[in-house]
């Protein structure tokens, strides 16, 4: 199973990978450029598996560059603040 496949594990990876950027030192701006690049990658080359991944998918495909660039920031701070709970 590819943690794609469910929307949790998918939170749970990011927030495993958020703390490893941290512990070496990564800024928070840093991460949220890195997040972009995520986001891009994934509209363009990988097909949601489920239905949150495909909201995301969406709105990533209908927002200018600014506006992605929010949502890979918001999705730090959605993981962040799980992983942080947890």
């Given at each position: 199973m590819s943690v794609l496949d469910n929307w949790e594990k998918w939170k749970d990876f990011l927030g495993d990978r958020l703390d490893?950027?941290?512990e070496e030192g990564m800024t928070d701006?840093?991460?949220?450029?890195?997040a972009y690049q995520v986001g891009e990658y994934l509209s363009e080359n990988v097909e949601p598996q489920n239905?949150?991944?495909r909201v995301l998918r969406d709105l990533w495909n209908v927002a200018d560059e600014k506006e992605q660039h929010a949502i890979a920031h918001m999705m730090v701070k959605l993981v962040h603040r799980k992983h942080a709970e947890a």
């Amino acid at each position: 199973m590819s943690v794609l496949d469910n929307w949790e594990k998918w939170k749970d990876f990011l927030g495993d990978r958020l703390d490893q950027a941290e512990e070496e030192g990564m800024t928070d701006k840093v991460v949220s450029d890195v997040a972009y690049q995520v986001g891009e990658y994934l509209s363009e080359n990988v097909e949601p598996q489920n239905e949150q991944e495909r909201v995301l998918r969406d709105l990533w495909n209908v927002a200018d560059e600014k506006e992605q660039h929010a949502i890979a920031h918001m999705m730090v701070k959605l993981v962040h603040r799980k992983h942080a709970e947890a």
